[in-house]
C-alpha cells in the first residue's frame, strides 16, 4: 500500500485544431501543491489532454503512488476507464492517432495506482479553471515548441 496520495488535475487547449497549444497540470498532495504547464506551435487539443496527464505522472517522484486524476477530456478518461488503450496497444497502435503519446502514458500509468474521473469542464471547479488558464496561457508564448510527435507524423501529409 503506498503512502503516497496524488489529486491531479489537468487540461489541454488548442487554438485552432490543429493549432497553438499547450497544457496546465496542478499536483496536489497534503499541503504541497505544484503548478506545469507548456505550449506548442502546432498541436491538437487531444494531445494537449493526454500530455497534461503524462507530465503529471512523470513530475512523480515515489513509484506506486495513489493517483486521482481530474480530467475534462472524454478523450482520455474514457481510453483508460474502459480499457481502450489497453487493446489499442495490443493491436499495436495501428490506425491510432497519438501512439508517441499513449506509450509515453502507458509507461509512467504503470509505475503507479491511477485513477481517472471525468468532470465537466467550465463548470467552476477552481482547479480544473486554473489549469484551463494555464493551457491557454501556455499556448500564447513566444517561441513555441514543436510537438514533435504530431509535427513529424503529419509532415508528409505536406509533401504534395
Not at 489529486?7 to 497549444?21: F, K, Q
Not at 471547479?125 to 513555441?144: F, Q
Request: charged share 25%; aromatic share 10%; net charge positive.
Amino acid at each position: 500500500m503506498s503512502l503516497y496520495n496524488i489529486v491531479m488535475y489537468t487540461d489541454g487547449a488548442a487554438r485552432g485544431n490543429p493549432g497553438p497549444g499547450g497544457y496546465g497540470t496542478i499536483l496536489m498532495s497534503g499541503n504541497h501543491r505544484k503548478e506545469l504547464s507548456d505550449g506548442f506551435r502546432l498541436t491538437t487539443n487531444n494531445r494537449m489532454e493526454l500530455l497534461a496527464v503524462i507530465i503529471g505522472l512523470e513530475e512523480l517522484k515515489n513509484l506506486g503512488s495513489n493517483v486521482t486524476i481530474y480530467s475534462d477530456s472524454k478523450y482520455v478518461v474514457d481510453a483508460i476507464e474502459k480499457g481502450w488503450v489497453f487493446n489499442w496497444e495490443k493491436k499495436g497502435f495501428k490506425k491510432r492517432k497519438n501512439h508517441d503519446l499513449w506509450r509515453r502514458f502507458l509507461l509512467v500509468y504503470r509505475k503507479h495506482n491511477v485513477k481517472l474521473i471525468w468532470i465537466k469542464g467550465h463548470s467552476n471547479i477552481p482547479e480544473n479553471e486554473r489549469c484551463d488558464a494555464l493551457a491557454v496561457l501556455a499556448s500564447k508564448n513566444n517561441n513555441l515548441q514543436a510537438d514533435v510527435g504530431y509535427e513529424n507524423a503529419n509532415s508528409s501529409d505536406n509533401l504534395f
